[in-house]
């Protein structure tokens, strides 16, 4: 599928979303009074994309942009202009962080952070499973979802990870959990949240699922640290369960929601991330509805598959990917994968589980999103700045 839609791409047209607005008020001039000053412009905001005029051409980056083991990676732009990545547990220094966190001005170039969750939550306060955290922020607060595996799961192995919520003021941390989870289950099914306000309807969504289970969708409370009295969970992408060791959907997660009119993108991953047998890719479907159905890009174009982004090169097992939107207008896919000539960070980790940041330019071909010809290993023109 990567090949060919590297060969698409000299046939594509490249969409980019380029804004302009102008504005210019005058207050009116009372009888027998001098004139009087302009109306103060409003204050832009700093995570708006940049009209042409604004946007600069991107410093030029060559994968990883960040070559640390810093896997499931959400990319926001806060209030404060700078880009901050989240990815699941890792180590630094010799010590373990909870949920990483790092920061960038122009997705190219990052600085990594200390731990934006410091201090575990009181019912997972002897275990060392965070993963695959989304943030976003409303009012000033910063929310973040991830998933832990509770205290009770070290004595009863039923037990499986659980949803959970913690917020914070700041969007590097520290976050504090809301002290109790969202949603426990079986196995890993409740993991790899990711939160959305759909834009036509107004509704606060969360995306999650794997553990072989289907990804699904249940509306949040306006709290955004519950569920919606009487709302349920709706399923939207099934596993496709084969004996064919190639399959990439016979296991699915990694959420990661958008909208570009008329559609709304989901995209998801599958299906073993890491270890001896890595074999994982980027995939997609579409829906005219947030909540779905959603179809396929197999399903709906015929396709072998719905891979936007598998095996290139010496990157291996490249997913779990989130989307930003630079100041021009144009949309970044930031993954993980594995460099196969370093795929452990020490030498007794299993193979292919240093999971390293990416980024790729996506283009939309006939309603689709497609990445320029990812995992990318050549020096390019990076994300545009402001």
Known sequence: MATEVAAAVTRLEVWSMLRRCALLSFLALPACAGPSAPAPAPAADPRAPAGPADAAAGATYINPVLDIDFPDPTVIRAPDGMYYAYATQGEKDGTPVNIQVARSRDLAAWERLGDALPAKPRWASRTQDFWAPHVSEHGGTFYLYYSAKPDAALSDTTRGLCLAVATATRPEGPFTDRGEPLQCGRGFVNIDPMAFDDPRTGKRLLYWGSGFGPIKVQELAPDRISFLPGSAPVDLIQTVPTSDST????????????????????????????????????????????????????????????????????????????????????????????????????????????????????????????????????????PATR
Do not use: K
């Open 247 to 382: 399959g990439y959907q016979r296991l699915v997660e990694g959420a990661w929601v958008t909208f570009r009119a008329p559609f709304y993108y989901l995209f998801y991953s599958g299906d073993n991330c890491c270890g001896p047998r890595a074999h994982y890719a980027a995939m997609v479907a579409r829906s005219r509805s947030a909540t779905g159905p959603f179809e396929t890009l197999a399903q709906e174009t015929g396709a072998r598959n719905s891979v936007i982004l598998e095996r290139r090169g010496h990157w291996n097992a490249p997913g779990h990917n989130s989307v930003i939107t630079d100041a021009r207008g144009d949309d970044w896919i930031v993954y993980h994968a594995v460099d196969v000539s370093r795929p452990r960070s020490r030498p007794t980790d299993d193979v292919n589980t240093r999971r390293v940041m990416l980024i790729d330019r996506l283009l939309y071909v006939d309603g689709w999103p497609r990445v320029d010809r990812g995992p990318s290993a050549e020096p390019r023109e990076g």
